[in-house]
Nanobody, 113 residues
Framework: QVKLVESGGGLVQAGGSLRLSCTTSDSNFTIGAMGWYRHQAPGEERVWVAGITSGGVTNHRDSVKGRFTISRDDAKNTVYLQMNNLNPEDTGIYHC??????WGQGTQVTVSS
């Protein structure tokens, strides 16, 4: 399966923002419908955060609505997750995935209070 590469995580204070990116090094793979997921520690269940269809229809978890926005740039074969007004409960490892891809390494987001 194709692996995706997540980036953009980091350490921010509560109220701050980050933009996560999800892309692939496989030039033969076109990113279609995609989801962002989070888990707070290795081994814990991943929680769905947001999703976007190949046509750009989006949906977000209730706890992030109004703060997070998923989007896509098909010219760059990349999906983004803009995260604003972050709080400590958003801390975790964020992954992007579709039904056609394997889990990648993810990107760590840490929000300090």
């Amino acid at each position: 399966q194709v692996k995706l590469v997540e980036s953009g995580g980091g350490l921010v204070q509560a109220g701050g923002s980050l933009r996560l990116s999800c892309t692939t090094s496989d030039s033969n793979f076109t990113i279609g419908a995609m989801g962002w997921y989070r888990h707070q520690a290795p081994g814990e269940e991943r929680v769905w955060v947001a999703g976007i269809t190949s046509g750009g229809v989006t949906n977000h978890r209730d706890s992030v609505k109004g703060r997070f926005t998923i989007s896509r740039d098909d010219a760059k074969n990349t999906v983004y997750l803009q995260m604003n007004n972050l709080n400590p409960e958003d801390t975790g490892i964020y992954h992007c995935k579709s039904t056609k891809t394997a889990w990648g390494q993810g990107t760590q987001v840490t929000v300090s209070s």
